[in-house]
């Protein structure tokens, strides 16, 4: 800087010159860097709003023909996959579950009102909730049993609302690897209840 300085003094223009040349790389730098900065801004937001796009579509479950097979994940309460079947009114409907005898209670009394409204069950199939393969392979398996009632996969929805977290997940990793519709719905309570008719379902799948 010392020797850029007495050229200065000697030679004006050509110490100017010089401070040009070597500012001009960090110049550039940073308009480089305000270039990308700028562009990858825009990019995370239009990815943002196409996630928003792709991953909260509303749906209607209006239309009782759309989905004639449901799978649904319960847990202790089924007030919810109740509302949805009065809704949609399937031909065909599979549960998946965890393994505990409270949960298993619950299935069962779950399959008595699908008996009572007459729609077509499967046996439910319970699987701890460690074991995210299997209960993947579940669904799997639902999914072509449904088919072999020749139920084709844009009428087969597996609403993944009810139920723990690995249930969830593994239900929509089935759904999306066997191209079927998966949703989530959700819900108004009023003290702990949930009320009728303030289900709203996003599109996951």
Not at 71 to 90: A, D, F, M, R, S
Not at 127 to 136: A, H, P, T, W
Request: aromatic share 14%; glycine share 6%.
């Amino acid at each position: 800087m010392q020797t850029l300085f007495l050229h200065w003094l000697n030679d004006p223009s050509g110490a100017l010159y010089e401070l040009f040349n070597r500012s001009i790389f960090y110049i550039l730098v940073a308009v480089a860097g305000s270039v990308v900065t700028y562009f990858w801004t825009k990019i995370k937001f239009s990815a943002r709003n196409q996630w928003f796009r792709l991953f909260n579509q509303s749906i209607s479950y209006e239309g009782a023909d759309v989905y004639n097979g449901l799978i649904v994940t319960i847990g202790t309460n089924t007030t919810l996959q109740q509302l949805i079947i009065e809704q949609i009114k399937p031909e065909y409907v599979a549960i998946v579950t965890g393994n505990s005898d409270e949960v298993k209670k619950v299935a069962y009394e779950f399959c008595e009102y699908l008996s009572a409204k007459k729609i077509h069950f499967d046996e439910p199939r319970f699987y701890k909730e460690i074991d995210l393969v299997r209960i993947e392979q579940g669904f799997d398996e639902l999914i072509s049993w449904m088919e072999s009632k020749n139920i084709q996969k844009e009428n087969i929805v597996i609403d993944l609302t009810g139920g723990k977290t690995p249930f969830s997940i593994a239900a929509f990793n089935s759904a999306r690897r066997n191209g079927i519709h998966s949703v989530y719905t959700d819900s108004d309570y009023d003290a702990g209840k949930i009320k009728a008719g303030t289900q709203h379902s996003i599109l996951l799948t």
